[in-house]
């Protein structure tokens, strides 16, 4: 009797396994939906905006307001379509406490008349969700750099657009979370309303803006909010770099 053919018949089993495991693999492989490539776009840019209470209900429907219409005008669907995609992706959070935050508006994709009309009805239905619990801005930035980490979309530049009445008073210092957003290749421009705290610009520019070609657009007032706002975002998306020069509305 040959004392091999044991081991023979041994190899030859495992060897039809291996090759039947590889087919199921094989087969398995083929008939697996394929992987969605990541859509590329211009810019990912979140839309924090203050709901305090310091922001009544008046002030909260001028943000609002402001943000719709300026995604209905023109000259903003002209910055997209200026860009290399021609492409964006947008979000809107509202914002208090360094916990307290919630998605109106989840990521939108905008690069035509009609995505930026459906967009700016989205924000104009987005009714507020929370009121009052401090103004954290540094938990506005921690939040937003979760929302740009767990986009759908890949995005060219990452901007974080932060609007507010107030300095920072609750959470961490804000000047920490900045830095660690800015280390993520994160941008973030601020929108201050000078109706409380008339040198809230300044603190926005040594304290809550950073990265490269990060900026500064002010608005005196909530009724000068639409003005600046439609600034702010033509500026944002065309990439326009103000450094740290002083835009206030005249």
Same mark, same amino acid.
């Given at each position: 009797?040959?004392?091999?053919?044991?081991?023979? $018949? &041994?190899?030859?089993?495992?060897?039809?396994?291996?090759?039947?495991?590889? !087919? $199921?693999?094989? $087969?398995? #492989? +083929?008939?697996?939906?394929? !992987?969605? #490539?990541?859509?590329?776009?211009? !810019?990912?840019?979140?839309?924090?905006?203050?709901?305090?209470?310091?922001?009544?209900?008046?002030?909260?429907?001028?943000?609002?307001?402001?943000?719709?219409?300026?995604? %209905?005008?023109?000259?903003?669907? *002209?910055?997209?379509?200026?860009? &290399?995609? +021609?492409?964006?992706?947008?979000?809107?959070?509202?914002?208090?406490?360094?916990?307290?935050?919630?998605?109106?508006?989840?990521?939108?994709?905008?690069?035509? +008349?009609?995505?930026?009309?459906?967009?700016?009805? *989205?924000?104009?239905?987005?009714?507020?969700?929370?009121?009052?619990?401090?103004?954290?801005?540094?938990?506005?930035? /921690?939040?937003?750099?979760?929302?740009? @980490?767990?986009?759908?979309?890949?995005?060219?530049?990452?901007?974080? /657009?932060?609007?507010?009445?107030?300095?920072?008073?609750?959470?961490?210092?804000?000047?920490?979370? %900045?830095?660690?957003?800015?280390?993520?290749?994160? %941008?973030?421009?601020? !929108?201050?309303?000078?109706?409380?705290?008339?040198?809230?610009? +300044?603190?926005?520019?040594?304290?809550?803006?950073?990265?490269?070609? #990060?900026?500064?657009?002010? #608005?005196?007032?909530?009724?000068?909010? *639409?003005? $600046?706002?439609?600034?702010?975002?033509? &500026?944002?998306?065309?990439? @326009?770099?103000?450094?740290?020069?002083?835009?206030?509305?005249?």
């Amino acid at each position: 009797m040959d004392r091999s053919s044991p081991i023979k $018949a &041994a190899i030859s089993f495992a060897i039809a396994i291996v090759v039947v495991l590889g !087919l $199921a693999g094989v $087969a398995s #492989a +083929q008939n697996r939906a394929p !992987l969605k #490539a990541e859509t590329s776009v211009d !810019l990912n840019l979140v839309l924090a905006v203050d709901a305090s209470g310091s922001v009544d209900n008046s002030r909260f429907a001028l943000q609002n307001q402001g943000y719709a219409a300026a995604f %209905r005008n023109p000259k903003v669907l *002209a910055a997209i379509r200026a860009g &290399a995609l +021609q492409t964006i992706a947008v979000s809107m959070v509202q914002w208090t406490g360094p916990t307290l935050h919630v998605v109106v508006v989840p990521w939108t994709l905008v690069n035509d +008349q009609r995505s930026a009309a459906a967009l700016a009805t *989205a924000i104009d239905h987005a009714q507020r969700q929370i009121f009052g619990g401090g103004t954290s801005l540094s938990g506005a930035i /921690d939040y937003g750099v979760i929302m740009l @980490t767990a986009s759908p979309y890949r995005g060219t530049h990452r901007v974080i /657009d932060i609007s507010g009445d107030g300095s920072n008073n609750r959470g961490r210092a804000v000047e920490q979370a %900045r830095d660690e957003a800015v280390k993520m290749g994160i %941008r973030i421009n601020g !929108l201050p309303i000078l109706t409380l705290e008339p040198d809230l610009d +300044q603190y926005y520019r040594q304290s809550v803006i950073g990265g490269p070609g #990060a900026f500064v657009i002010s #608005a005196r007032n909530y009724d000068q909010f *639409a003005d $600046a706002i439609l600034r702010k975002l033509i &500026a944002e998306i065309s990439q @326009t770099r103000f450094g740290s020069q002083k835009f206030a509305l005249k």
